[in-house]
């Protein structure tokens, strides 16, 4: 199994954290997705704060993904949590002269702050 790229900028429970989303096809060019949904999950798989199948109304080539309170809780023990940030959608390709599917993930983590609840 591949290892999925991780953010480097580390999140804070219960703060706020931003996902930069950038969109390119097989040639390297930008590209509005034509769909655009998202996901949320911790490293088991567990969907957190009910972010499953997130819809994005106008995707762009560029869409920033804010994340704020209980996507960013602390479920469990531990100095940090990880979260895994899903996207899934559709674009239309000028290679293939065709709407194809895509999906891709990113992970980073949550830190645990003492004394936030």
């Not at 706020?16 to 798989?45: M, Q």
Request: aromatic residues 8%.
């Amino acid at each position: 199994m591949a290892r999925r790229p991780k953010l480097t900028l580390e999140a804070t429970e219960n703060g706020s954290y931003v996902v930069k989303c950038v969109f390119k096809d097989e040639r390297g060019i930008a590209v509005n997705p034509v769909t655009l949904a998202w996901r949320l999950t911790d490293s088991a798989g567990t969907v957190v704060n009910s972010r499953t199948a997130v819809a994005v109304a106008v995707p762009t080539a560029i869409t920033y993904v804010p994340m704020t309170g209980a996507d960013l809780a602390i479920l469990e023990d531990g100095d940090h949590e990880v979260r895994v940030f899903t996207v899934v959608g559709t674009y239309y390709s000028t290679l293939t002269t065709s709407t194809l599917d895509f999906t891709a993930d990113t992970q980073f983590d949550v830190r645990n702050l003492i004394g936030v609840t």
